[in-house]
């Protein structure tokens, strides 16, 4: 049974950090791209970021740029978001994906999601 586990969400000042992790188990991600999506109460939910399986290729929202960085441990099998600079529109549940069809922004794209991690940045 293939699982995503999130840690790391939280409550934090505007300004702040947050470090999200997600361990990966049931098999093997070998070549699969992982990322992260996210969901604000009454918006759909969007792509932030996503890292190849070599980890040499990685793709992020705009408006997370400069802020937030994704990387993975391959022997590990996890993959981290560590935000900085958070903001109050960065509030939302986040979710760990995981797919093989390549480095994609759209949700359906991806087969495996984790049961999500709350962030909130307060103002």
């Known amino acids: 049974q293939v699982q995503l586990v999130e840690s790391g969400g939280g409550l934090v000042q505007a300004g702040g950090s947050l470090r999200l992790s997600c361990a990966a188990s049931?098999?093997?991600?070998?070549?699969?791209?992982m990322g992260w999506f996210r969901q604000a109460p009454g918006k759909e939910r969007e792509f932030v970021a996503a890292?190849?399986?070599?980890?040499?290729?990685?793709y992020y929202k705009d408006s997370v740029k400069g802020r937030f960085t994704i990387s993975r441990d391959n022997a590990k099998n996890t993959v981290s978001l560590q935000m900085n600079s958070l903001k109050p529109e960065d509030t939302a549940v986040y979710y760990c994906?995981?797919?093989?069809?390549?480095?994609?922004?759209?949700?359906?794209?991806?087969?495996?999601w984790g049961q999500g991690t709350q962030v909130t940045v307060s103002s």
């Open positions: 890292i190849s399986w070599s980890t040499s290729n990685t």
């Open positions: 994906v995981a797919t093989q069809r390549g480095l994609l922004t759209t949700a359906k794209k991806y087969d495996y």
């Open positions: 049931g098999r093997t991600f070998s070549g699969y791209v």
